[in-house]
């Protein structure tokens, strides 16, 4: 079946560790890519997006995304975590003209 | 400019009753969405609308049903809820090509 794969459940790292979370996903094509975290409580929102171009995409807040075709992955790094990252971290993917299809997430925990 | 609206914020329900989340959004987006969010499993689609008059069907649309009569409203009805039904609940809205912007969010208890 097509999906959007994040490898990682739960991840904790210490405050100015470097971050690097996997997403694969298993459609042909052409897609549309996106990142996007939720904060404790709060309602998701765009980190980054790919659409087409620099396979190499810069974001909000330090991080950055690799889309890298014949893997078909879309993996998020910062080089630089703060504990203020600590969050869920959501890939999500637009085949085509169908809809947008998500992870199922990533928690990270930055600890001090 | 509000954004995309959701209420109530908050909801407990007991098995079998009815009721309706409201989305409204004052961005013209022809796209509006309802997912669900529950732990572990991400956000999956329950239904979506390509414009006003025009619903579709997404991953998970067994127990609710949805219509859009106006560009800027999107209801998601639950008819005779259910405790598999508790979850937190959000709408997203995006233009013809873009990403999608959420509400903040509506968590919905069953009893």
């Known amino acids: 079946a097509q999906s959007v794969s994040q490898h990682n459940h739960h991840v904790i790292l210490s405050e100015a560790a470097s971050l690097e979370l996997g997403c694969n996903y298993s459609?042909?094509?052409?897609?549309?890519l996106f990142w996007y975290v939720q904060y404790p409580g709060q309602h998701l929102q765009l980190l980054l997006k790919?659409?087409?171009?620099?396979?190499l995409v810069k974001g909000i807040k330090g991080f950055e995304a690799e889309f890298i075709k014949s893997k078909f992955s879309f993996n998020l790094r910062k080089p630089s975590v703060q504990w203020s990252d600590t969050a869920e971290y959501f890939c999500?993917?637009?085949?085509?003209?169908?809809?947008?299809?998500f992870g199922k997430g990533t928690r990270l925990s930055v600890i001090a | 400019n509000a954004g995309v609206t959701q209420t109530p914020k908050f909801q407990v329900l007991k098995t079998g009753q009815s009721m309706t989340l409201q989305c409204a959004q004052d961005?013209?987006?022809?796209?509006m969405s309802w997912y669900r969010q529950d732990p572990g499993m991400g956000l999956r689609l329950i239904h979506y609308?390509?414009?006003?008059?025009?619903?579709d069907q997404g991953e998970v649309p067994n127990g609710y049903n949805v219509s859009r009569s106006t560009t800027e409203d999107f209801p998601l009805r639950l008819l005779s809820a259910a405790p598999s039904q508790t979850s937190v609940y959000f709408c997203?809205?995006?233009?013809?090509?873009?990403?999608?912007?959420f509400g903040e969010g509506s968590r919905l208890t069953v009893l």
């Open positions: 790919y659409f087409s171009g620099d396979p």
């Open positions: 609308s390509v414009g006003a008059g025009i619903t």
């Open positions: 997203a809205t995006r233009r013809v090509a873009g990403e999608l912007f």
């Open positions: 999500a993917v637009k085949p085509g003209n169908t809809p947008l299809v």
């Open positions: 961005m013209n987006h022809e796209y």
């Open positions: 459609y042909g094509g052409t897609v549309n």
